[in-house]
């Protein structure tokens, strides 16, 4: 039912506005008090912060000073100075502020040594500047500047037993009397500091109780006040509700206050009593849809219906709605008007009214001339033209043939013998616009058979034929470039090397891969990748220009086909243009991101008389490039399509050696390097193949990933590691950590948390003994999926290490996990060490980090005997390379740990370098 707002001039709603803004003031002046206290309590908690950092130096400085006198240990010293200069610079900065003259920057430099909360130096300043004087206060910084002197004759204290110790070796007797001296200032200073201390809690003990007896008291005061306030409204209400009741029951129409939510009457006046015929107990709580039947909604939000009286008898009413409230009810007054008199002068007009109202096509009634007579508004809503803009014009003159041609008589012989003609037109609007037009035209006959009039039923069918473009356009384009799909590429191709049959010419195909694209998916995200791919594409079309068609075929691969060649030449130039182009960083958001691509080219009719053959040896022609050198181009040869046999044959054979058992596992060492100790191996996959012998994992592994193997890899490497694991506890072995290489692909499974689970259960092996790998790369494709698997994994307590970090594209966010266990420093940044100034620059801020975090770093690729010395200097815990061991098998991994068997004493050394 249609609602109007109420238009009363002074609406519930304002008059108790006073009241709410009141409230809010209330609230305002409430929470601005509680803002201040907690501006003082973080003042304070600045206060206790700085008294317990004070203190611990304090202390710290007792303990490093007596340490330095017994032991003449420099560092002792330096902790001891470092202790002294936060305690000086906290009271400098005390009677800085004091004495009202003083450098901000200075006191903050002062207060960051004291690890003063930032939040609370203003505050601090504040109280240090004015407050001195109040209770606790005063004491605690008489206290404070008690323990200045103290400090300083420990001071002097340290300048003598420095220069005792820098002319030799100090006396006994001197040393323990200067031991005496700093044994008699700290019991000096022990008071003094535990005095400080309890004065400071006192202190913000009484301060937290006057805060609150002040926001309690002011805020009795607004509430008393807005008490106040709210009763005098209140008065002014119930008399407007008094005169409301007098208009209400006065009322010639029938008001009815209705339930917003139920539709249930609530009040009604007398009028409304009268023509319902029911008192007051019987109406209320009937719903308004019993006696009140809507049969119009009108745009000026009015309501005509029926409303049933006594015997059933039904009087037209219309009725207008205002919606206002009651409390927190949504109530409805509705008012009923009789409309007898109306309604019976409607019902006349309404007989005579057009049906051509209420058709949604255009309608044109035309005379047998075919002049146009009328239109329905559905008409002049497409055209523009009114009646009287077509007087004298007949309906045929404004359209043609889609092809522009005027309508032949044929359409009128069609009509003359099946009185009816249905086609596609042109039609033209009144402001000279054209659109494509569904022209239904009809005749009228009168009883002789003559044509009186002409009926046209118009439709614009612009969507419509805007709709086939668009779905033509989609089946023949990429969605995200807007170039041509695979299927329209290769039709072109077909149009493009028919032609150069016929004219004896030659055509090529350019297949484009862009090299990395994946590191780019992994690192940033999807959305970075396809606003990269767009780019690419518009850089490709724009070094085209007219002179190809330039495909997406799929993922970051690209095609363009030249037609009309006059040599290889023009190819390999076109190919050398994109190369350059495409090596351009491209700005992709906040990013700049640079990247290559790998070229093949095929051409016809020398590399293939066919589509299919020329997209196959360029796409052959590309992987060459790819492999050979990258953001390079290569023409195809024969040679390229043996390369890729291989390639499906090594798929064939991939899928076989997991069944015939072909995947054997070798176990490198990892040790720790201070000690030498074997602390853990890493199961490395090693695939020997009957007839090829030892294949790379770099061979075959990119190779599982695409064939949607490399789960299946993953979980027997998995299941083999752990067996090995049972086979050294059965043989007495002491426990080792097992690391397993890992990819995204298992990773990101739903259930791989519990398949991990249940193999260390099947296995009776402790958790804390597996370690898995995964590289940043994988970490960052899979986003929030990963975070969740990290922290099931930590909680099942599995270890997990960060493989090649800072090889690739690296976010340090993950970083904060507390399930991250392990960084593994890439073998890239150990090789130049400890030459490489910048190697060595990168792996002490990797170790730094680590320490900062709590992660234990493991280094990959040690191989001389200066790196091992370099990384066990810098902090490394844990090593792995040549120096120490190679992969080697299970059997040789029982032998080194057998109990006979020495690591040696500084690191161990197992298998020396093979010889260059």
């Not at 052959?620 to 390229?640: G, I, Q, V, W």
Request: net charge negative.
């Amino acid at each position: 039912m249609d609602l109007i707002r109420s238009t009363s001039p002074r609406p519930l709603s304002r008059r108790l506005r006073p009241l709410a803004y009141g409230l809010v003031a209330v609230i305002g002046l409430i929470l601005m008090l509680t803002w201040g206290a907690l501006q003082v309590q973080v003042t304070l908690a600045g206060f206790l912060n700085g008294e317990s950092v004070w203190s611990k130096a304090q202390k710290q400085a007792v303990v490093d000073l007596a340490a330095y006198a017994q032991s003449g240990d420099p560092a002792r010293l330096a902790a001891f100075q470092q202790n002294y200069e936060l305690l000086s610079s906290d009271g400098w900065a005390r009677d800085a502020i004091a004495s009202g003259h003083y450098d901000r920057t200075l006191v903050h430099q002062a207060f960051q040594r004291g690890k003063i909360l930032p939040q609370a130096e203003p505050g601090m300043i504040f109280m240090l500047r004015c407050c001195t004087g109040a209770p606790h206060m005063r004491e605690a910084v008489s206290l404070w500047r008690a323990a200045d002197g103290p400090l300083g004759q420990l001071n002097a204290v340290s300048k003598e037993l420095s220069e005792g110790y820098a002319s030799g070796q100090p006396q006994p007797d001197w040393l323990r009397w200067q031991l005496d001296r700093i044994n008699g200032l700290n019991n000096q200073l022990e008071p003094l500091t535990n005095g400080f201390s309890l004065e400071v809690a006192q202190g913000a003990i009484w301060l937290g109780g006057v805060l609150f007896i002040a926001v309690f008291l002011t805020a009795c005061i607004a509430s008393l006040l807005w008490l106040v306030m709210a009763k005098r409204i209140l008065t002014r209400i119930r008399g407007t509700e008094e005169r409301y009741s007098l208009l209400f029951n006065s009322a010639a129409d029938a008001i009815l206050m209705v339930d917003d939510d139920s539709g249930r009457i609530l009040e009604a006046n007398r009028t409304a009593l009268q023509w319902t015929g029911r008192d007051v107990d019987n109406l209320t709580g009937e719903e308004l849809s019993t006696f009140f039947t809507p049969l119009l909604h009108r745009a000026d939000g009015a309501v005509t219906g029926e409303l049933r009286g006594p015997d059933d008898e039904l009087r037209p009413v219309e009725m207008r709605s205002s919606v206002t409230h009651w409390g927190t009810q949504n109530v409805r007054q509705s008012i009923l008007r009789d409309i007898t008199e109306r309604v019976n002068l409607e019902q006349q007009r309404r007989i005579a009214s057009e049906a051509l109202a209420s058709i949604a096509e255009g309608v044109i009634i035309a005379e047998a001339d075919r002049r146009v007579a009328r239109v329905n508004a559905a008409h002049i809503r497409m055209t523009g033209f009114t009646v009287q803009a077509l007087q004298g014009l007949r309906f045929d003159d404004l359209r043609c043939l889609p092809d522009g041609s005027p309508l032949p008589n044929s359409v009128w012989d069609v009509i003359e013998a099946e009185g009816n003609w249905v086609g596609e037109v042109r039609s033209r609007r009144m402001d000279g616009t054209s659109y494509p037009e569904l022209l239904s035209i009809s005749a009228i006959r009168n009883p002789e058979g003559e044509v009186q009039h002409y009926v046209a039923v118009i439709n614009n069918i612009s969507a419509a034929k805007a709709n086939e473009q668009r779905l033509q356009y989609m089946a023949a384009h990429d969605t995200l470039t807007g170039l041509p799909n695979r299927a329209e590429f290769e039709r072109r191709c077909v149009q493009a090397v028919a032609a150069a049959d016929r004219e004896r010419g030659m055509a090529a195909v350019v297949f484009i891969d862009l090299d990395a694209f994946k590191t780019v998916n992994d690192s940033y995200t999807h959305a970075i990748g396809d606003h990269l791919l767009v780019k690419v594409a518009e850089r490709i079309v724009y070094e085209l220009g007219d002179h190809g068609v330039a495909g997406r075929i799929g993922g970051d691969e690209f095609t363009v086909l030249l037609s009309d060649l006059h040599s290889r030449e023009q190819a390999s130039a076109l190919a050398g243009r994109l190369l350059s182009v495409l090596s351009t960083p491209f700005a992709v958001g906040d990013y700049e991101l640079a990247l290559s691509a790998s070229i093949g080219i095929a051409c016809f009719p020398l590399d293939g008389t066919d589509v299919p053959t020329l997209i196959t040896n360029a796409d052959a022609a590309m992987y060459a490039a790819k492999t050979e050198e990258r953001n390079a181009f290569r023409f195809y040869s024969p040679r390229m399509q043996a390369d890729a046999r291989r390639r499906i044959a090594l798929a064939s054979e991939l899928r076989k050696a997991l069944s015939e058992a072909e995947f054997r596992l070798m176990y490198q060492p990892t040790v720790e390097m201070r000690t030498g100790r074997i602390v853990a191996v890493e199961a490395l996959l090693r695939w020997y193949h009957p007839q090829r012998g030892l294949i790379a994992p770099g061979e075959f592994i990119p190779m599982a990933e695409k064939l949607g193997l490399i789960r299946r890899i993953d979980q027997w490497v998995l299941q083999a590691a752990c067996e090995q694991m049972s086979v050294w506890d059965k043989a007495g072995l002491p426990p080792l950590r097992m690391a397993v290489n890992v990819s995204a692909n298992w990773f990101g499974q739903a259930n791989f948390v519990d398949e991990i689970r249940m193999l260390l259960e099947s296995r009776r092996l402790a958790p804390e003994r597996l370690m898995l790998e995964i590289t940043e790369g994988a970490i960052l494709r899979l986003g929030e999926e990963m975070e969740r698997t990290l922290h099931a994994l930590h909680s099942l307590g599995v270890g997990v290490a960060i493989d090649d970090f800072g090889t690739g594209y690296s976010s340090m966010s993950y970083l904060k996990l507390r399930a991250i266990d392990y960084l593994k420093i890439d073998q890239s940044f150990v090789a130049g060490l400890p030459d490489d100034a910048s190697d060595g620059a990168i792996v002490e801020s990797m170790l730094t980090l680590c320490r900062r975090l709590d992660i234990s770093p493991i280094a990959e690729g040690i191989e001389t005997e200066e790196q091992h010395r370099f990384l066990l200097r810098a902090g490394c815990v844990e090593g792995q390379g040549f120096l120490y061991s190679r992969p080697v098998e299970p059997e040789v991994i029982v032998q080194l740990l057998s109990p006979g068997r020495r690591q040696g004493n500084s690191h161990l050394r197992l298998v020396p370098p093979e010889a260059s």
